[in-house]
């Protein structure tokens, strides 16, 4: 048979086993590659006229079916899905009702017409006609099946997978005693068997029949029947998402005549809250493999579909859906798949979190995705909660349920793996796995004891356990933190008495590489062997900490490093002198001070570890005793500096001499050093968690506390503002939409509170962070702090008037502050430059009709970027800035755009101007903004931007409350100041 199909391979995919699905026409695959380009191309298709209704009810079967299989011409609702979409424009109906002809005209020869409905009883009725009218085969043969007999099979197999239709089978025997006479039967394979037929793209060999069963009330999909080898090479269907129409509107893959109304469920998002949405679930095959294409359309929320990999990774055509509902593309990983179906590529295929789907709308993840595969089959299982699984299963837990534990989660999961390396075997024999539905009470005993108290008590049991053992080895512990700690003091000391001879040269030209240091190396030379001329001031000026400085202070300052060198390095610095020492910055320039070797540093390390190690084993250490802790130690510090000398010796490398790593080195032995402390820190503290667990179980329900009144807050306040029903959550059923709404909306809040603390945490670490680093650069010896505030006017975001910034956001604050910036161009100007720098990438995120036009006058003040350390900083920030506006709009869908562009635009002044005011102070140039931002500058533009969105985002939904600026601060302190509650 497959050699009789050859002739028609460019319309035809195969399966093994006589399995195949014919595909319609090129011109269907035409139609859908210029629709993935947003067009509907039909080429020279003329004089034919439709018939329609006929093309609507029925489904074609050539008269030579029995020969060259089947061709299901479906889609038919596709094209009266492009006829709406036209909105009668006469050349897209025209185009519609051209391929209908196509249709009619391929499919002139068929004879024979029947319909597919969602009942079981209509299957049964299918299989005895067919069998009637071509005189197939039985069910059981042993030969391969016809294309006819794959609806009897797959239904056998089906109900095998369940006590019921294993019960249903043995009383009837055989699919060809008449079943549809028996209703009783029928309604029962209805109810408790929960039968899912399946529909491919472009032909059926099954139907998707979505059944709650009695007996767990979840939504089973039981066996999925198909041929493939590899289930994570996905090839999936194009699709078209449009989340301005309603659901009717939206196109589901597949046949729709046989479905015609998604399964509608409920889904669980990732922060716990349940909401209504419609599943469709579709197997299509190419090449001898199956794909499973998994459709959700949350009823009040974006449309999306997403498809299952192996790995229950989740695919997406992403470009497609930021297009057509506004999401940003980089919150997605790059991914690109390139698979060839009949000369339709398809590429540019993204991949999204494997844990959650997240949107700044939704987030949905599965409660339970089983997944059996094998050499040539695969069986998939998705469990998903229903709405009210949780109640029945909180009020009737049975002993059964409850007595699972994870040893029988242990036994599935190696069921499973071992299901992988099957081959060749029966997909539906007993001895492989057990039936469907003993693995879906599986996952969901184990899902609801992960939810019970009973997990609870098993990891007190655990803690116990764990206090009891460190109460046992409680000396053992302390000796060995002893051990190492008094090994590494030992080692430095050591190191800080052997190393006496450090290139002084290796010193200067390394201060730059310490993060703390106060000086950089070139600046240093200047200091040591030149006077300051004005050009070398000029160059000095560059730098934040020279900006101030007299020729007298560099002077004094010179003297006092040289004073002070002699104490760093415990070597001889009398002929320290200007005119004795060669500029360290000249290449080919010989020191006249002895070098040291950082390796000899290295060695004299080992060696000193080697001999106590030696010495210890001298007496014979039996285990726990003080001399093994000595080896243990030793042998762990000098696998560590081994490792450090590693990296040094690479880094030598790329270096023109071993002396411009002797600082390097040190610093990097000294982090060594540090992160043994701190990993043995870590450690005590773990285990003193342990001990006081009481404690931090207080503390956790406190913060659990804080965190639902924050949200109960916001949540009451949401729905205060909003009356009406937004039109953003409408949808034809009024009780779920409103339902739909709350969860959305309680969901929002959860996220607006989380993400508002982490902002308020984090700017307020920048701002003393900043405060710290000024103080502490501001030396009296060294700079004038009192010029320097004045300059850079840090009065303006000083503590004493950052709550007046709060009180005060309005028009007339900035130019009452700010009037010497309040030049709307300029101001801007400033603020395109240093956004500028994030990536281009950040445009996108303006780009909707919320942020229209700054992203306008953004884009038409685009400067050069540069590279600067803190934009990983800045990238957080901004990104969960934007985060909280994006959802902040979500509540204000029905202000308009000129109110908000209008207060947002304002905000972002206020945030402009701080940065305007800062960058201008006096002397600091042009050159050196464009170079790199200072430590100061860049913590004074987060946390400037910081306040702008925080104000944004807490103004824009009650613009139109009349309540005074006053009151909606105080709500706003109210809210952060709750936090308290925590230390409480």
């Known amino acids: 048979m497959i050699e009789m199909l ?39 298709i003329k004089n034919f006229r439709p018939n329609f209704e006929a093309c609507i009810q029925k489904l074609r079967i050539s008269k030579e079916f029995h020969e060259r299989g089947f061709e299901v011409l479906k889609d038919i609702e596709y094209l009266q899905y492009l006829e709406r979409l036209s909105k009668v424009k006469k050349k897209d109906k025209q185009l519609c009702n051209s391929l209908l002809d196509l249709y009619i005209e391929i499919n002139k020869k068929n004879t024979h017409i029947y319909k597919l409905r969602n ?32 609806y009897g099979n797959l239904l056998i197999n089906i109900l095998k997978e369940s006590s019921e239709g294993n019960a249903l089978l043995k009383k009837k ?63 999936p269907f194009p699709y078209s998402l449009n989340h301005n129409e309603k659901m009717k509107d939206f196109l589901m893959l597949g046949d729709r005549t046989t479905i015609e109304k998604p399964h509608s469920l409920i889904l669980q998002d990732s922060l716990g809250y349940i909401f209504e949405c419609n599943i469709l679930v579709k197997l299509t095959a190419f090449k001898d493999k199956a794909y499973f294409l998994v459709s959700f359309s949350p009823i009040s929320s974006i449309r999306q579909a997403i498809l299952l990999s192996e790995e229950g990774e989740i695919y997406s055509h992403s470009s497609e859906l930021s297009s057509l509902l506004g999401l940003p593309q980089q919150n997605m990983a790059n991914m690109y798949l390139h698979n060839i179906i009949d000369g339709f590529e398809l590429s540019n295929m993204e991949l999204y979190n494997p844990v959650a789907i997240q949107h700044n709308y939704l987030d949905l993840k599965f409660v339970h995705i089983i997944k059996r595969i094998k050499f040539t089959e695969i069986h998939l299982i998705l469990v998903i909660s229903d709405a009210n699984e949780q109640e029945m299963w909180k009020n009737k837990k049975s002993d059964e349920q409850l007595n699972l534990n994870k040893n029988n989660l242990a036994n599935c999961s190696i069921n499973l793996r071992n299901s992988f390396e099957c081959k060749e075997q029966d997909l539906f024999s007993k001895n492989s796995y057990k039936s469907a539905e003993e693995k879906i009470q599986l996952s969901i005993s184990a899902s609801q004891i992960s939810k019970s108290g009973s997990s609870e008590q098993i990891a007190y049991q655990k803690n116990k356990n764990t206090l009891l053992a460190i109460q046992k080895f409680q000396w053992i512990f302390l000796l060995t933190v002893l051990a190492l700690i008094a090994t590494n003091i030992g080692i430095l000391v050591y190191i800080v008495e052997n190393v006496n001879d450090i290139d002084l040269s290796a010193v200067f030209s390394n201060l730059g590489n310490i993060e ?11 200091l040591i062997n030149y006077d300051i001329s004005e050009e070398k001031a000029a160059y000095l000026s560059r730098d934040l900490r020279f900006l101030y400085w007299t020729n007298e202070q560099i002077i004094l300052a010179r003297s006092e490093l040289i004073e ?21 910055w000249e290449p080919n320039s010989e020191a006249k001070i002895r070098k040291f070797n950082l390796y000899d540093v290295l060695s004299m390390f080992i060696d000193y570890g080697q001999k106590l190690i030696d010495d210890a084993k001298r007496e014979e250490p039996h285990e726990n005793d003080a001399n093994w802790l000595i080896i243990n130690g030793a042998s762990f510090a000098i696998n560590y500096v081994h490792k ?25 032995i000294g982090i060594l050093v540090c992160g043994i402390c701190l990993l043995i820190l870590i450690i005590f503290v773990h285990f003193l968690r342990l001990a006081y667990e009481e404690f931090w179980l207080n503390l956790k329900k406190a913060v659990s506390t804080n965190f639902e009144y924050l949200e109960k807050r916001i949540t009451e306040r949401l729905l205060t503002v909003h009356g009406k029903e937004p039109a953003l959550y409408a949808s034809s059923n009024h009780k779920t939409a409103k339902l739909s709404n709350y969860y959305i909306k309680t969901t929002l809040a959860k996220r607006i509170v989380f993400r508002l603390s982490l902002i308020i945490i984090i700017s307020l670490s920048f701002y003393m962070a900043m405060i710290f680093a000024l103080y502490k650069d501001c030396q009296e010896s060294m700079l004038d702090r009192s010029r320097l505030l004045q300059n850079f006017k840090f009065r303006s975001i000083s503590i004493s008037r950052l709550t007046r910034f709060i009180k005060e956001i309005n028009d007339n604050m900035l130019i009452e502050y700010f009037p010497e910036t309040y030049d709307f161009k300029n101001t801007y100007a400033e603020f395109y430059k240093i956004i500028d720098n994030y990536n281009s990438q950040y445009l996108d995120l303006l780009s909707d009709k919320w942020g229209y036009l700054l992203s306008k006058e953004i884009k038409s003040n685009l400067f050069e970027s540069t590279n600067s350390t803190s934009n990983i900083m800045k990238y957080g920030i901004i990104s969960a800035s934007w985060s909280i506006v994006h959802d902040a709009m979500l509540l204000t869908e029905d202000y308009s755009e000129l109110e ?41 533009f987060i946390f400037s931007v910081v306040l702008a969105v925080l104000s944004l985002f807490y103004y824009l939904p009650y613009l139109k409350e009349e309540k005074t600026f006053v009151e909606k601060t105080c709500l706003l302190l109210e809210i952060i100041i709750n936090s308290k509650e925590i230390i409480n």
């Open 644 to 668: 450090a000398s590693i990296d040094l010796l690479k880094c030598e490398k790329n270096s023109k001499s071993v002396e411009n790593s002797v600082i390097n080195g040190l610093f990097t």
């Open 6 to 44: 050859s002739q028609y391979s460019n319309n035809t995919i195969f399966i093994k086993d006589g399995l195949f699905i014919i595909w319609v026409t090129y011109f269907y695959i035409d139609v859908i590659k210029d629709r993935r380009l947003g067009m509907v191309k039909l080429a020279q």
């Open 173 to 235: 025997h055989s699919i060809k005693e008449d079943l549809s006479d028996d209703q009783e039967h029928l309604e029962e394979c209805r109810e408790n068997v929960g039968v899912i037929f399946l529909s491919t793209e472009n032909g059926a060999f099954g139907k998707i029949d979505f059944i709650n069963t009695k007996a767990s009330n979840i939504l089973k999909l039981p066996v999925l029947e198909a041929i493939g080898k590899n289930f994570s090479d996905f090839i």
């Open 516 to 526: 703390y240091a106060m000086i950089s190396s070139s600046n240093l030379a200047y």
């Open 564 to 584: 002070t060198l002699p104490k760093w390095t415990n070597c001889d610095c009398s002929n320290i002198a200007t005119e004795n020492i060669v500029p360290i």
């Open 119 to 150: 009942s079981v009883q209509e299957i049964y009725s299918l299989i005895r006609e067919t069998k009637r009218l071509y005189g197939l085969l039985t069910v059981n043969n042993n030969k391969h099946p016809e294309p006819f007999d794959l």
């Open 900 to 940: 908000y562009s209008k207060y947002f635009m304002n905000a972002l002044t206020l945030a402009s101007s701080l940065i305007s005011n800062f960058n201008s102070a006096d002397k600091i140039s042009k050159a050196y903004i464009d170079d790199q931002l200072s430590l100061m500058s860049n913590l004074t």
